[in-house]
């Protein structure tokens, strides 16, 4: 019970630091570029992202330092997550991705 | 007796007030006037203030306030 | 025209009436000199206008509370032509002894029975025209809640305007003949209002009146203490019995209570509301659950709100004069900086909303009078009093809240000494806004114990408060005047909508002015003191030099394609570059559907270059310019950034924060974090952004925020520890103080309320680290020492015996002889 309430006492506190944002282009040459921030103008570089398809994880890893990241266009249905965190989660779906 | 001392669901009426000025003045706009009748309703959970009930309305006290209102049993 | 005065008891349902019969068109002042709340409105009927004057609730007519002298004052000197009497129909006793008191003044009473619902909910059958027989005035039933009795209330409000007053009198029996005496000592040329009244008011004690009427006050003293020793009685006692007595008689005259001692839905809730072992556990339940649906669903609102702030923020940056590369216009800075300011705040709107709509539900309720009855006890320890829950719960008791709209719910607080200590110890609670700043140095310092820390930051607030009260009751408030806790439970009934909206909008409202004003003027000192000298000739000639050198690469870049030509100069990049962190700017705001209109837009605004920012995917060479541009983006980022970073180090505002630097260094402070504790003062939720940008160091690494700052700032944990103390004891923001000079009524109060949490913050995190530093102790170990010490300290303190009341109602010998 005690890890229930910390756990979102926690979840609660860091909603506050920002809201998340995330805008996706696709390069047109097979690969799509995802870029991270946050309201507050904070830097989302080092921070997780993600594309999945369906239940996998199609491809794994962070922001760089310029908060972006590149991966190969993969076929059919998927999604593009950027994970700041609880509650902070950006998904944008790959249908809506256009050059 | 005074106020302070009933348990809950006690019923009682008043006697005489023994207070002074601004606690005088308001337990006698809320209506605590010798004859009226007043019930205990409870204790707060931490024991003060009191819930009374008096002139068909409720009302918190302290215990420290009842203790200024003479009573008798009905 | 007529002006009509509306009176009544605390929870008579007075505002409901005031607003069904004035509609929307509603005025709020302050009454004279004092800080109570005036509200009035006008509206026609038939020809006539009709102003009413809202009067404060008050139990009774006498002059013993400042809002009882307010509503005496208006009557003799505003000379209303009627008035409004509301009587809560299911309390009608209680309520009659104010409607006695208002008949015997002499001015016409049109008397509304309101809250008709309840009483025959609760069984209450009421023969109307009985009471309006034996009061001798018209009586209309009513159902505010229900918006029932409007066109009544205002008929007879136009009929009293021509019908003579019916004298009303209550038989005082064996004081009448000193009311004659009395009677006779006051002449014509005292206040209009009935003799009689005004002899029974002097012979109360009343304090207004015999201002008024200099030479009855020596008369008639003797003659009281002698009244008073012919019946035992003195005369207010015996006035009070005599009207309560009266009341009983009509009540009982008129009433027939079908459900007598059955118990009612109040009953039953207060049941379980206050039962001793379930009372509690409510009482957090409840309020957890507010906090976490104003925060859970107040944050998915901010998904809605934020794009509109966003594309508020574009439009300025599209507004302002361009930049030429890394010549950014000074004007362009400080629009940016001003509009981030206001949006940080703006941002939290949503959250806030419906925290106070929540927080106004339960007063509505009537849950508010209940839980000040469950933590009287508690409070009453600390210097404060059970009134005092709403205002630290609003300051925020969880997670989080706003002290500007807490020190302003002390208005309701009769006892002066609790007001005072509680308007003093609100700033203590969790501002909402210095979280985004904890969770930065939690994540970079505390990753592993975040919940922990978390948990102890937004408790340890509390018992801080109290502790503060304390401290301050005991010592600079000792002779402030305390009341007695005599608190009305009135019964609970569903909120209304309108009410609900209304109050939760005009807290929201509050914090909004906050950021309109106080905070966008704090913000202009603060940029004229972020940016001023500005960079020297030197660092200037330097950056130009780099500038150059990454614009000549592009060129050159540029020229290996058939574009080669048209992007050649400073002008046409930096054009390009404008547009392209504009279009990637608004697109990161936008939602996947609006892309398309956005790319339109531009296509349409800049088509030559949009074909590099978004080359078609046949013109290898405008892609390979594409990527030369977001190079050139970044790198140009790159050097805003250090420009920024040098500029503030240079500045007036990081002159003063490293020439604190030798006080602050016992603490743990270096200058940047003097800088930005200084330039959050505006509003606590820019620290974030200021800590988080002098830290910000994108050139090589690969890391988050909190990650840069663990590593680049040379901070232990320990500093973090003495960090978030002191951010824990500062006060919140400029706004508060502000609103405490608003709720003092003093300037001296307000510096008090800034310079001693200072201090004490100051003080505490100096001991934390130098201490922690000599013992070794970890951050979690510092910060724990810190919450114990508090929490042991608070319990101290509540077990020291509390000043005696200042009132003077204590024993009489008699009655300690009794027992």
Redesign the interface.
């Known amino acids: 019970m005690k890890k229930i309430v910390l756990a979102s006492l926690l979840a609660a506190s860091s909603l506050f630091a920002h809201s998340a944002l995330m805008s996706c282009f696709d390069n047109g040459d097979g690969t799509i570029t995802c870029e991270g921030g946050f309201s507050d103008g904070s830097s989302a570089s080092g921070v997780g992202f993600f594309v999945k398809q369906g239940d996998n994880t199609v491809e794994n890893g962070k922001m760089d330092q310029y908060s972006e990241f590149t991966f190969k266009k993969p076929a059919g249905e998927y999604q593009a997550v950027f994970d700041a965190g609880e509650g902070h989660q950006v998904v944008i779906q790959g249908k809506d991705i256009v050059q | 007796m005074c106020l302070d001392e009933l348990a809950s669901g006690t019923l009682c009426r008043i006697i005489k007030v023994h207070a002074h000025d601004a606690l005088k003045y308001k337990l006698l706009d809320m209506g605590f006037v010798s004859g009226a009748q007043v019930s205990v309703v409870r204790e707060a959970p931490l024991y003060d203030p009191m819930e009374l009930k008096i002139h068909n309305y409720l009302l918190s006290l302290r215990k420290s306030e009842a203790k200024l209102v003479e009573v008798e049993l009905v | 025209m007529i002006k009509v005065a509306l009176a009544g008891q605390p929870n008579c349902g007075k505002s409901t009436i005031f607003n069904l019969i004035s509609g929307l068109k509603q005025h709020i002042a302050n009454y004279p000199g004092v800080t109570v709340e005036k509200k009035s409105g006008t509206f026609s009927h038939q020809g006539e206008t009709i102003e009413v004057v809202d009067l404060p609730g008050t ?2 007519f ?1 002059s ?1 509370s400042l809002e009882e002298r307010v509503a005496k004052e208006f009557i003799l000197n505003e000379e209303p032509d009627i008035i409004v009497n509301v009587v809560d129909a ?5 309520n009659l ?1 104010l409607t006695f008191q208002l008949l015997e003044i002499g001015k016409p009473v049109v008397v509304v029975l309101n809250m008709m619902d309840v009483a025959a909910r609760r069984g209450m059958d009421i023969d109307v025209q009985k009471i309006a027989r034996m009061l001798s005035c018209p009586v209309v039933p009513a159902s505010g809640a229900r918006g029932e009795g409007k066109e009544a209330i205002v008929e007879a409000i136009m009929q009293a305007k021509t019908t003579p007053y019916n004298e009303f009198k209550i038989n005082y029996e064996e004081l009448e003949p000193l009311i004659e005496e009395t009677q006779a000592l006051i002449t014509t040329d005292s206040p209009q209002a009935s003799r009689r009244w005004l002899a029974i008011k002097a012979l109360e004690g009343d304090s207004v009146i015999l201002e008024k009427l200099p030479k009855v006050t020596l008369a008639i003293r003797e003659k009281c203490l002698d009244f008073h020793r012919q019946y035992d ?1 003195d005369v ?2 015996f006035l ?2 005599m009207r ?2 009266s ?1 009983d008689v009509i009540y009982h005259q008129s009433v027939v209570e079908k459900q007598q001692g059955k118990k009612t839905a ?1 009953d039953i809730a ?1 049941g379980l509301i ?4 379930l ?2 556990p409510i009482l957090f339940l409840i309020i957890f659950l507010i ?2 649906s104003s ?2 669903y107040g ?1 998915k609102l ?2 809605y709100t ?1 794009p509109l ?2 594309a508020f923020k574009n439009f300025i940056i599209g507004i302002s004069p361009e930049a030429d590369f890394t010549q950014v216009p000074m004007i362009t800075d400080f629009a940016i900086w001003m509009v ?1 300011s206001a ?2 705040l703006l ?1 939290y709107i949503p959250i806030f909303l419906i925290l106070f709509a929540l927080i106004a539900i339960l007063e509505d309720v009537g849950y508010m ?1 209940r839980m ?3 933590l ?3 409070f ?1 320890k600390f210097g404060l009093h ?1 009134q005092s829950t709403l205002p630290l719960v609003l300051g925020g008791a969880f ?2 809240g706003c002290a500007v709209p807490g020190i302003m719910a002390t208005k309701g607080i009769a006892d002066e000494r609790a007001r005072m200590a509680t308007i003093l110890s609100v700033p203590y609670m969790n501002c ?1 806004a210095k ?2 700043f ?3 140095l939690l994540g970079a310092f505390f990753e592993a114990q ?3 820390m ?2 102890f930051i ?1 408790t340890a607030t509390l018992f801080i408060a109290l502790i503060v009260a304390k401290i301050l009751t005991t010592t600079v408030l000792k002779t402030r005047e305390t ?9 609970y009934h569903l909120p209304t909508f309108k009410g609900v909206i209304f109050r939760a909008f005009e807290r929201v409202w509050m914090y909004i002015k906050k950021v309109g004003t106080i905070v966008l003027a704090v913000a202009i000192v603060l940029f004229a003191m972020l940016e001023l000298p500005g960079l020297s000739d030197e660092q200037k000639v330097a950056y130009e030099a780099r500038s150059d050198a990454l614009l000549t690469s592009f060129y050159a870049q540029a020229a290996k394609t058939s574009y080669g030509e048209q992007l050649s100069t400073r002008e046409s990049v930096s054009g390009l570059l404008n547009t392209y962190d504009d279009y ?1 700017a608004r ?4 939602s ?2 609006q ?2 209109n956005i790319d339109a837009d531009f296509e349409a605004k800049a088509p030559f270059y949009m074909t590099f920012i ?4 046949d013109d290898a060479e405008a ?1 390979t310019i594409n990527r030369q541009l ?1 190079n050139l983006s ?1 790198d140009r980022r790159g050097i805003l950034q250090e420009m920024k970073n040098d500029k503030v180090e240079s500045s007036l505002l990081g002159f003063i924060g490293r020439s604190l630097e030798p006080v602050t260094q016992f603490a743990g402070f270096d200058w940047k974090i003097n800088v930005a504790f200084l330039s959050s003062f505006a509003a606590r ?1 820019s620290a ?2 200021t800590l ?2 002098i830290y ?1 160091n ?8 909190e ?2 700052m663990a590593q680049n700032s040379g901070y232990t944990p320990l500093h973090a520890a003495a960090i978030i103390i002191f951010m824990l004891l500062t006060p919140p923001c400029i706004a508060t103080m502000i609103v405490v000079k608003l709720q003092t009524g003093s300037y001296k109060w307000m510096l008090f309320a800034i310079f001693f949490p200072i201090t004490l913050g100051f003080l505490a995190a100096s001991l934390i680290f130098t201490l922690g530093t000599g013992f070794g102790w970890s951050g979690v170990e510092a910060f724990a020492l810190f919450y114990g010490t508090v929490i042991a300290l608070a319990l101290f303190m509540g077990s020291l015996p509390q000043k005696r ?1 200042n ?6 010998k ?2 300690l002889n ?2």
């Open positions: 139990y009774s006498s013993y299911s309390n009608i006793k209680r002894y009685k207010e006692s009070a019995a309560y007595d009341a109040t207060d206050l039962n001793r072992w009372s509690f906090y976490q925060i859970v944050y901010t998904d934020w702030l966003a981030n949006n940080a941002n009078p000040a009855f469950i009287d006890r508690i009453k059970g997670v989080g909402l979280v985004p904890y969770t930065l975040m919940a922990l978390m948990f937004s009341s007695p806790f005599v608190m009305e439970l009135p019964p990637r697109r990161m705001s936008a996947p559907a892309a398309g978004k080359p078609p995917a892609k977001r970044r939720e974030v952004a988080g940008s910000e994108n050139a090589a690494d690969n890391l988050r925020a990650e840069a009341i009132w003077s109602g204590g024993f009489t008699s009655i009794k027992s």
